[in-house]
């Protein structure tokens, strides 16, 4: 074999060309060598293998490098070898011969062609197709890492799969099987105890698995031609198609609208130069004429299609494949459903191809409920309490942090971060803290959601990407939601676009106050009043204060618990509470800007200036100027609380005196209230009260804002939603929502 090897390259070498005939020689001699090593591997471990000449085999006809195979010829052959050779013969598979003896190829495929007419010709019970992949998976695994495996399936759907672009088996292959009723079964030659996936003819679902497995292609191109004006006597789809054709270009899919003024036909990608040309060569004279527009051409298309015998008898997929694109933001460019109802094709940009696929697939083959992506922002105080909760309760309810930020770098694990380690790990990861929100876009899990537990002023600037792309927030961070009002429309629009937010601990840590009082707007109720303490930190200094602690103990105090921010004059400017009562305002219905609150800090202004450590050496001077507002608030019997109110339009935060008939009198330590008069809380108005503050209490908040986003996520790519909040805690995109000074009429709403 190597003389003759030797003699066709010499040949190769004098003429300075390579024939398809000689082309085909060569590479028939590496088919031989192969079968000859693995004969010989056989034979070592005691079976008598026999390496043979697979042109006495296969006979075919003179067409060098796409062979056809003499079907009858070949029964006659195959049937006289196998009754001649001694032992097991080891037929090299993509080659054969034709009648004069001449060495041919049989093109892409061609060693299952060879199996299946081989086993067609010998009458066997089954084919064995030996590859690199476990059988036939639901999915690409490059491209969906966790595709299954199926045991049986259809040869109606193999081909299916096989023309969308699954490279499992050569189409001519199955095709033949098919046709002969023989079981195909395809294994993996580096796992040979994996069971493989038997394919024939009634080897379908049944019905129950309506979507059996995905297939895409990413080398596409989408041209379109339409009529303006609805013109539909062009036969636009019929010369379209004819002239491709003509041209000799393959169509992979063709749509078109109710009359044939409008056509999309996908091509391959490399043939958009000569499809494009035939195309504005056959509809010349009806551009000129503009009966037809010029032809649109989108390249670096990708194509997915869904496959499966049973959804024929199933309503819903098309909807629920739609519906997960839209919520992961992927665009559909066209659209096409087989006759046989066994395939529905989608086509999207050529970016978004991986995304779709990993979409759709999750949406049909993952677990329910699907375990959740976690990105978690921020390892202060709620950050750390929160990770320390999902250490104990993450795998109870399917959860999996994927990732931990900080301002200074960022730790990343798609296996998911151990959550007993994970502050040395962080501080060994050299990932960018820009990374964290980088890696939740770019995830193909679904669900997903990005916590956070920061008070950064540039972080939630991302909140609209991540949305975008799918990701759910929740926030404990109230500067996205506190800011200019017109910010805050951009996040809600984006939230009823994409997925949800989350941020009910951005007032009252975990008490269900933004919750209820959303409730009531969206249930038709007119908020009159808010009031209440809306700061844990200093409602516990109040409290203190009032119980006859000097004010700079209090302080102290609250700074050791956790209570205050790392600066605590970051809670006595009054700023915080100022951001809660914005939110909560708008959640109300009230679209109030920062500088619309009237603020009176805790503190006069000029004694929390100059470095943090002068503060706290300042800090016992303030002493007796609390202790006169306290023996104020005695004198008439009442208590000192920093309070919050909205009413008649306007905000004002600042420390007041309130009697004993006040709810808030009764507050102590860190407890925080909201009191809520409405028209339907009129006479006794609605409280929620509760502590208010807390590492550990705001984190319990925070995991319940991530189980609720989970759950919706959980049923987002199976249901459609038409408009409707996807802001939760806040959005006023449901109808009006009402905010009425205690003057107006039922009818008289009030912004």
């Given at each position: 074999?190597f003389e003759?090897?030797?003699?066709?390259?010499?040949g190769v070498?004098?003429?300075g060309?390579?024939?398809?005939?000689t082309?085909?020689?060569v590479l028939?001699?590496g088919e031989a060598?192969s079968?000859?090593?693995?004969?010989?591997?056989l034979?070592?471990?005691?079976?008598?293998?026999?390496a043979?000449?697979p042109?006495?085999?296969?006979?075919?006809?003179?067409?060098?490098?796409?062979a056809?195979v003499?079907?009858a010829a070949?029964?006659?052959?195959?049937?006289?070898?196998?009754?001649a050779?001694?032992?097991?013969?080891?037929?090299p598979?993509f080659?054969g011969?034709?009648?004069?003896?001449?060495?041919?190829?049989?093109g892409?495929?061609?060693?299952?062609?060879s199996?299946?007419?081989?086993?067609?010709s010998l009458s066997?019970?089954?084919?064995?197709?030996?590859t690199d992949v476990d059988?036939?998976?639901?999915a690409d695994?490059?491209?969906?890492?966790?595709?299954?495996?199926?045991?049986?399936?259809s040869?109606?759907?193999?081909?299916?799969?096989?023309?969308?672009?699954a490279?499992?088996?050569?189409?001519?292959?199955?095709?033949?099987l098919?046709?002969?009723?023989l079981p195909l079964?395809?294994r993996?030659a580096?796992?040979?105890?994996?069971?493989?996936?038997?394919v024939?003819?009634?080897?379908?679902?049944?019905?129950e698995?309506?979507?059996?497995?995905?297939?895409s292609?990413?080398?596409?191109?989408?041209?379109?031609?339409?009529?303006?004006?609805?013109?539909?006597?062009?036969?636009?789809?019929m010369?379209a198609?004819?002239?491709?054709?003509d041209?000799?270009i393959?169509?992979?899919?063709?749509t078109?609208?109710?009359?044939?003024?409008?056509?999309?036909?996908?091509?391959p990608?490399a043939?958009?130069?000569?499809?494009?040309?035939?195309?504005?060569?056959e509809?010349?004279?009806?551009?000129?004429t503009?009966?037809?527009?010029a032809?649109?051409?989108?390249r670096a298309c990708?194509?997915?299609?869904?496959?499966g015998?049973g959804m024929?008898?199933?309503?819903?997929?098309?909807?629920?494949?739609f519906?997960?694109?839209?919520?992961?933001?992927?665009?559909?460019?066209?659209?096409?459903?087989?006759?046989?109802e066994?395939?529905i094709?989608v086509?999207?940009?050529?970016?978004?191809?991986?995304?779709?696929?990993?979409a759709?697939?999750d949406?049909?083959?993952?677990?329910?409920?699907?375990a959740?992506?976690l990105?978690?922002?921020?390892?202060?105080?709620?950050?750390s309490?929160?990770l320390?909760?999902?250490?104990g309760?993450?795998?109870?309810?399917?959860?999996r942090?994927t990732?931990?930020?900080?301002?200074?770098g960022?730790?990343?694990?798609?296996e998911?971060?151990?959550?007993?380690g994970w502050?040395?790990?962080?501080?060994?990861?050299d990932?960018?803290?820009?990374a964290?929100?980088?890696?939740?876009?770019a995830s193909?899990?679904?669900?997903?959601v990005?916590?956070?537990?920061?008070?950064?002023p540039?972080?939630?600037?991302?909140?609209?990407?991540?949305?975008a792309a799918?990701?759910?927030v929740?926030?404990?961070?109230k500067?996205?939601?506190?800011?200019?009002?017109?910010?805050?429309?951009?996040?809600?629009a984006?939230?009823?676009?994409?997925?949800?937010?989350?941020h009910?601990?951005t007032?009252?840590?975990?008490?269900?106050?933004?919750?209820?009082?959303a409730d009531l707007?969206h249930?038709?109720d007119?908020?009159?009043r808010?009031?209440?303490?809306l700061?844990?930190?200093l409602g516990?200094?109040?409290?203190?204060l009032?119980?006859?602690?000097t004010?700079?103990?209090?302080?102290?105090?609250?700074?050791e618990l956790?209570y205050?921010?790392?600066?605590?004059?970051?809670?006595?400017?009054?700023?915080?509470?100022?951001?809660?009562?914005?939110?909560?305002?708008?959640?109300a219905?009230?679209?109030l800007?920062p500088s619309?609150?009237?603020?009176?800090p805790?503190?006069?202004?000029?004694?929390?200036g100059?470095t943090?450590e002068?503060?706290?050496?300042r800090?016992?001077?303030l002493?007796d100027f609390?202790?006169r507002s306290?023996?104020?608030a005695?004198?008439?019997?009442?208590r000192?609380v920093y309070?919050?109110?909205?009413?008649?339009?306007?905000?004002?935060v600042?420390?007041?005196v309130?009697?004993?008939?006040?709810?808030?009198w009764?507050?102590?330590g860190?407890e925080n209230?909201?009191l809520?008069?409405?028209?339907?809380?009129s006479?006794t108005?609605l409280?929620?009260?509760?502590?208010g503050?807390?590492?550990?209490?705001?984190?319990?908040g925070?995991f319940a804002d991530?189980?609720?986003?989970?759950a919706?996520?959980q049923?987002?790519?199976?249901?459609?939603?038409a408009g409707?909040p996807?802001?939760?805690?806040?959005?006023?995109?449901?109808?009006?929502?009402?905010?009425a000074?205690?003057a107006?009429s039922?009818g008289?709403p009030f912004?």
């Amino acid at each position: 074999r190597f003389e003759r090897l030797g003699r066709l390259l010499k040949g190769v070498a004098l003429l300075g060309e390579c024939t398809p005939r000689t082309l085909d020689g060569v590479l028939a001699t590496g088919e031989a060598l192969s079968a000859s090593l693995l004969a010989a591997a056989l034979r070592q471990r005691g079976l008598p293998a026999v390496a043979v000449d697979p042109g006495r085999w296969i006979v075919t006809d003179e067409a060098f490098g796409e062979a056809r195979v003499d079907a009858a010829a070949t029964a006659t052959a195959a049937r006289r070898e196998a009754a001649a050779v001694e032992g097991v013969p080891v037929v090299p598979g993509f080659t054969g011969a034709t009648a004069a003896g001449d060495v041919t190829t049989l093109g892409r495929g061609g060693s299952d062609h060879s199996a299946a007419v081989l086993g067609v010709s010998l009458s066997a019970d089954r084919v064995e197709i030996w590859t690199d992949v476990d059988g036939v998976m639901t999915a690409d695994p490059r491209v969906v890492d966790d595709a299954t495996r199926l045991d049986t399936m259809s040869f109606d759907e193999l081909l299916e799969l096989t023309h969308w672009g699954a490279k499992v088996v050569h189409p001519g292959a199955a095709r033949l099987l098919r046709e002969r009723g023989l079981p195909l079964v395809i294994r993996n030659a580096l796992r040979p105890g994996q069971p493989g996936t038997e394919v024939s003819t009634g080897g379908g679902s049944g019905g129950e698995d309506p979507v059996r497995a995905l297939a895409s292609r990413a080398d596409t191109a989408l041209m379109q031609l339409a009529a303006p004006g609805g013109d539909d006597g062009t036969d636009m789809a019929m010369r379209a198609l004819t002239a491709l054709r003509d041209g000799g270009i393959r169509v992979v899919m063709v749509t078109q609208g109710s009359s044939e003024a409008s056509v999309c036909v996908v091509v391959p990608d490399a043939s958009t130069p000569s499809a494009r040309a035939a195309l504005e060569d056959e509809f010349r004279l009806e551009r000129e004429t503009r009966r037809i527009d010029a032809v649109r051409v989108e390249r670096a298309c990708a194509v997915v299609t869904v496959v499966g015998d049973g959804m024929r008898r199933r309503t819903g997929i098309s909807a629920r494949v739609f519906g997960v694109l839209g919520h992961h933001g992927i665009n559909v460019r066209a659209i096409a459903q087989g006759a046989s109802e066994r395939t529905i094709s989608v086509v999207v940009s050529g970016a978004d191809g991986a995304a779709a696929v990993r979409a759709v697939h999750d949406a049909f083959f993952a677990p329910r409920p699907r375990a959740a992506e976690l990105w978690v922002a921020g390892t202060g105080r709620v950050g750390s309490a929160l990770l320390d909760q999902l250490a104990g309760r993450a795998a109870h309810h399917r959860l999996r942090v994927t990732g931990i930020g900080t301002s200074r770098g960022s730790l990343l694990s798609r296996e998911g971060v151990d959550l007993e380690g994970w502050r040395q790990a962080l501080s060994r990861s050299d990932a960018s803290a820009d990374a964290l929100v980088e890696a939740a876009i770019a995830s193909p899990h679904h669900p997903r959601v990005f916590v956070d537990c920061t008070a950064s002023p540039t972080l939630p600037s991302g909140y609209e990407r991540l949305l975008a792309a799918g990701v759910s927030v929740v926030a404990a961070n109230k500067i996205g939601f506190s800011g200019p009002v017109e910010a805050w429309r951009r996040l809600q629009a984006a939230a009823r676009e994409g997925a949800a937010v989350y941020h009910e601990t951005t007032v009252g840590a975990g008490l269900p106050i933004l919750r209820t009082v959303a409730d009531l707007v969206h249930t038709g109720d007119r908020i009159v009043r808010l009031q209440g303490v809306l700061s844990g930190t200093l409602g516990y200094l109040c409290d203190e204060l009032m119980g006859g602690r000097t004010f700079s103990e209090a302080v102290r105090s609250a700074h050791e618990l956790g209570y205050t921010e790392p600066d605590p004059r970051d809670d006595l400017s009054g700023t915080d509470v100022a951001r809660k009562l914005v939110i909560l305002a708008r959640a109300a219905g009230l679209e109030l800007e920062p500088s619309d609150v009237d603020v009176e800090p805790l503190l006069p202004r000029e004694a929390v200036g100059g470095t943090l450590e002068a503060f706290w050496e300042r800090l016992p001077s303030l002493d007796d100027f609390m202790a006169r507002s306290r023996a104020d608030a005695d004198a008439s019997g009442g208590r000192l609380v920093y309070m919050g109110t909205v009413e008649d339009g306007r905000a004002r935060v600042g420390l007041e005196v309130v009697p004993r008939e006040h709810p808030c009198w009764s507050l102590r330590g860190s407890e925080n209230l909201v009191l809520v008069v409405s028209d339907r809380y009129s006479a006794t108005p609605l409280v929620v009260r509760g502590p208010g503050a807390g590492p550990e209490v705001t984190a319990a908040g925070v995991f319940a804002d991530v189980l609720r986003a989970r759950a919706e996520a959980q049923e987002a790519p199976v249901r459609l939603r038409a408009g409707g909040p996807r802001g939760r805690e806040g959005s006023s995109a449901e109808g009006p929502a009402l905010f009425a000074p205690a003057a107006a009429s039922a009818g008289e709403p009030f912004r």
